[in-house]
Structure formats: structure tokens, C-alpha cells
């Protein structure tokens, strides 16, 4: 079970300024700020989505450091637990089966991936059946550089295209009216393809969470 137990206070992968700039507006026109904010909030939200961030069904799920904790009850024994932020920048607490277990001694962990191996001595051995739970800091604390360039990309597009169909190829009235499409117009055009890609070759996409 995943739950964030302390949500960040801004979910925006970019600054008023930053957005401004990602759609060609001089750095103090503040006339188109009320359309910025909605433009911010939903490149933040397209992104979360298509990097599959873990929800818990109270909070809105962000890439932004949050506190958060991760339970499993397991009934097997198990490789590897994967925590469900990422990166994971602070371990609070960690218990197996109520016994509190020691970073680097007990466990190990993939900060990156979220990943964390059980130790028996200086080898890995499984998670054994019980409950496993974990208090941990998960996200980033501030935004990288390419992250930050991939959300700004985005913007410009929803910018630009604001309006326009972005399938269309060709647009006729005589007749009144015949569209031609690129692609099937059931396709979902939110996220391009350049963007999710970027997004997937940055290491943004969580591969271990499963919808």
C-alpha cells in the first residue's frame, strides 16, 4: 500500500517566468498569466501521467519531493521491494515483521530506481513473508535541467497549437467542411511522441509501476 504522508506544496515543474519564456513572452508580461497557470498545471499534470507516478488516491501525484511510505504484506519470499517515488533521497524508517532494520547493514538501496535488496552479511538475500513497511522521502527536490527543458518543449507545443486540431494535415469548405487526418483521429495527441521519449530515455518513466 502507497501513501504520501507529507504532498509537496507546489506541484509546477516550471516557474511563472520559466513558462513565459517557453512560450516567447517577454519576462515581464504579466498579461497572459492566468492562461500560463493553467498551461503549467496541466505540462505538470501530462507529464506525471506519462511518467506513471504512483498515486494514492488523495493527493495529486507529482515528481516533486514528498514524503511518502510503501507497505507490503508479502505471503512469499521476494527478491526485491521497488518503493513507489523515486528518486528516493531520505530512508526514515524501514521494518520488516516489526523489527526496525539498519541502511547498508540490513538493506540495500537503489536510490535511482527505488530499489531495495535485502542483505544477509555482504550478500543479497530475499525478502522474507511478513510486513514490510517504509517511511521514506521520495521525488526530486529540485527539477533538473533536462527535465526542465522536456516541460518547457511541451508548453510551447500546447502554446502554439492552442485551439488548432493538431491532426489535421488538410482543410477544405467547398462542400462545407472536408478534414483529412495524419493519423486516426481516435489517437491521443496530448503527449507527442518526441516528448514521451525524452521523458523515457531521461529515466523519468517509472517501468515498475503497473496501472
Known amino acids: 500500500m502507497f501513501r504520501v504522508t507529507e504532498p509537496a506544496d507546489d506541484l509546477n515543474l516550471l516557474s511563472m517566468s520559466e513558462l513565459r519564456i517557453a512560450v516567447g513572452l517577454a519576462s515581464g508580461d504579466n498579461s497572459q498569466n492566468a492562461r500560463l497557470e493553467l ?10 501521467a506519462a511518467c506513471r507516478v504512483a498515486r494514492d488516491g488523495v493527493n495529486p501525484p507529482t515528481l516533486l519531493l514528498e514524503t511518502c511510505s510503501d507497505s507490503w504484506r508479502l505471503s512469499c519470499a521476494r527478491e526485491a521491494l521497488y518503493l513507489s517515488r523515486r528518486p528516493v533521497t531520505r530512508i526514515v524508517s524501514l521494518t520488516a515483521s516489526g523489527s526496525p532494520l539498519v541502511r547498508d547493514v540490513d538493506y540495500e538501496l537503489d536510490a535511482a530506481s527505488g530499489k531495495l535488496a535485502r542483505l ?31 516541460a518547457a518543449q ?21 462542400g462545407v467542411m472536408d478534414v483529412e487526418r495524419w493519423v486516426d483521429s481516435s489517437a491521443d495527441p496530448q503527449m507527442p511522441a518526441d516528448i514521451l521519449n525524452a521523458l523515457t530515455v531521461g529515466g523519468y518513466v517509472n517501468r515498475e509501476m503497473v496501472f
Do not use: H, N
Open 154 to 174: 511541451l508548453a510551447g507545443g500546447y502554446w502554439a497549437d492552442d485551439g488548432v486540431d493538431p491532426l489535421e494535415k488538410r482543410v477544405s469548405i467547398p
Open 120 to 150: 544477509s552479511g555482504d550478500r543479497e538475500c530475499w525478502w522474507q513473508a511478513g510486513l514490510v513497511s517504509v517511511e521514506y522521502d521520495g521525488g526530486f527536490e529540485e527539477v533538473p535541467p533536462d527535465l526542465k527543458a522536456i
Open 39 to 48: 498551461l503549467g498545471d496541466r505540462v505538470s499534470s501530462m507529464i506525471t
